[in-house]
């Protein structure tokens, strides 16, 4: 069975620019978690959609935004980057919103 | 105090050694709790689940203390593989979200 799969896996951005990641959950799943880990520390998180509804939002300003498509997939959007939203960004899949399981990332380099 | 709280690292360790992390939560409506695996630059593997009553998946057990809002992960005749960053992780209630540590980095040395 595939994992969860995310693209790109690199980006390199300017800032003011937008940015736009995805992520497709593993199958069966209904649930995507969105987190950001900049270097040296934990993962921090950002969002969760289940069955395309949002069921959290952590302590991120209003430049980033996200949705869940009818397959589950995500959407992460960043707009009007700064230097400081480099970083790993992960996407995690839940059968509903217990045990996360995380896909390879989205490295974001903001220059 | 932060949310979640790991040993700091670095833990530097011959092969066949045991060692121990431990961290501490705050918020004592915590449900759910965790160890996830981290290689370098690489997303995070869940390892295992932690349980109050204490679980073990071959060289490495967990243990929970509510009442000390405390978890443990041991890990016995430790491999050269086991090198990595160990993430203490707590759900944060309601949302679903997932509280992480800021990471335990372990060497294991020939």
């Known amino acids: 069975d595939a994992g969860v799969t995310q693209s790109p896996t690199h980006l390199i951005k300017t800032r003011g620019q937008q940015v736009t990641l995805r992520c497709s959950p593993i199958?069966?799943?209904?649930?995507v978690s969105w987190y950001q880990q900049v270097l040296g520390q934990g993962p921090q998180f950002i969002f969760q959609?289940?069955?395309?509804?949002?069921?959290g939002r952590g302590n991120f300003p209003d430049r980033f935004s996200a949705r869940q498509f009818p397959n589950y997939s995500s959407e992460l959007n960043v707009n009007a980057l700064l230097l400081g939203d480099s970083a790993l960004y992960l996407c995690?899949?839940?059968?509903?919103?217990?045990?996360?399981?995380f896909g390879p990332g989205t490295r974001l380099t903001v220059l | 105090r932060k949310e979640v709280e790991q040993d700091p690292g670095p833990f530097n360790v011959p092969e066949g050694a045991t060692v121990a992390f431990n961290c501490t939560y705050s918020?004592?409506?915590?449900?759910?709790f965790f160890w996830y695996r981290q290689d370098c630059r690489k997303e995070p593997k869940l390892l295992m689940s932690v349980y109050s009553s204490g679980n073990e998946d071959g060289r490495f057990t967990a243990q929970l203390n509510r009442a000390s809002q405390y978890i443990s992960l041991l890990i016995r005749d430790s491999k050269l593989s086991d090198s990595a960053t160990y993430l203490c992780v707590v759900n944060g209630g309601s949302q679903g979200n997932l509280i992480f540590g800021k990471g335990t980095k372990l060497s294991v040395k020939p």
């Open positions: 199958s069966g799943h209904k649930s």
């Open positions: 995690a899949s839940s059968l509903y919103v217990d045990t996360q399981y």
């Open positions: 959609y289940y069955e395309k509804e949002e069921r």
């Open positions: 918020n004592s409506a915590s449900q759910s």
